[in-house]
């Protein structure tokens, strides 16, 4: 078995941008972490080797020649379980390679981490919220913030719970307050935009809640956005 990895990391991104074009999720060519595979040029496995074959692009002069390329080649052979196991190894990463654009952006309609989590806030993003939602940032803070303020004063609380009727709770298995949606696999964030940056980091790379049952093909439409139930008048 021989694979180029120029090859599978162009395979990658075409299998990148194809998850993007079915499912209107954004993957940016970022989110590709090639470095680790930037001098291997090749793995090549039969039952008892391994071999490596890593290039590096130098530049050197010898005599009236430049030489632009070096190559080392690494055998392992001398150990049958050595060889197994980082076959093993190798086969794993592959499969991490092939699994990568699912790994690297949520189902669309999985919510299960705005329930369960409870992202903290700071003012920057209270006051997001508030001129996304038309309010003020102490109005904002009321009806959406519970208020705990971090010993450096930066995080000011976290987003409310609610129950199923929509009535405040402290259960922490409850869903964010801004989270519309309710039949399975149809959830998405209510304020998209203006979300908090807790939200923004929030990566799905490892996620252990993700909803394996939920299509990653077609487009996926989300709802109205969120909507103040009542506006007050208070300025901050
Ligand atoms: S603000 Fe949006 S993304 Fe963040 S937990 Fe709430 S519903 Fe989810
Ligand atoms: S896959 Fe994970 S990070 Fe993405 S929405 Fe689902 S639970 Fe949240």
Same mark, same amino acid.
């Given at each position: ?91 794993? /990463? @592959? ?11 949520? =189902?669309?309609? +999985?919510? *299960? ?68 949606? /309710? @039949? ?11 979300? =908090?940056?807790? +939200?923004? *980091? ?35």
């Amino acid at each position: 078995m021989q694979e180029t990895i120029d090859l599978i990391a162009h395979r990658e991104l075409r299998n990148l941008r194809r998850y993007t074009r079915e499912t209107g999720q954004p993957t940016t060519i970022g989110q590709l972490d090639l470095d680790p595979m930037t001098n291997v040029q090749s793995i090549e496995i039969d039952e008892e080797h391994i071999t490596v074959q890593y290039n590096k692009q130098t530049k050197r002069r010898y005599n009236a020649n430049e030489i632009t390329h070096k190559e080392w080649v690494y055998k392992y052979n001398d150990d049958a379980e050595f060889v197994d196991a980082v076959r093993r190894v190798i086969e794993l /990463s @592959r499969k991490h390679m092939y699994d990568l654009p699912q790994n690297l952006s949520c =189902p669309p309609g +999985c919510a *299960e981490c705005c329930s369960g989590y409870e992202p903290f806030v700071n003012r920057g993003d209270v006051q997001r919220i508030a001129d996304h939602l038309g309010m003020t940032y102490d109005e904002a803070m009321a009806e959406y913030v519970v208020a705990r303020e971090s010993a450096d004063g930066f995080v000011v609380g976290w987003l409310r719970k609610v129950d199923e009727e929509g009535a405040r709770s402290e259960e922490a298995e409850h869903k964010c307050v801004f989270l519309m949606g /309710s @039949r399975s696999g149809r959830h998405y964030c209510g304020i998209y935009e203006a979300r =908090p940056s807790d +939200c923004r *980091e929030f990566t799905p790379v490892g996620c252990e809640d993700v909803d394996w049952s939920l299509p990653r093909h077609g487009q996926y439409k989300t709802g109205k956005p969120f909507a103040p139930k009542r506006r007050r008048s208070a300025k901050s």
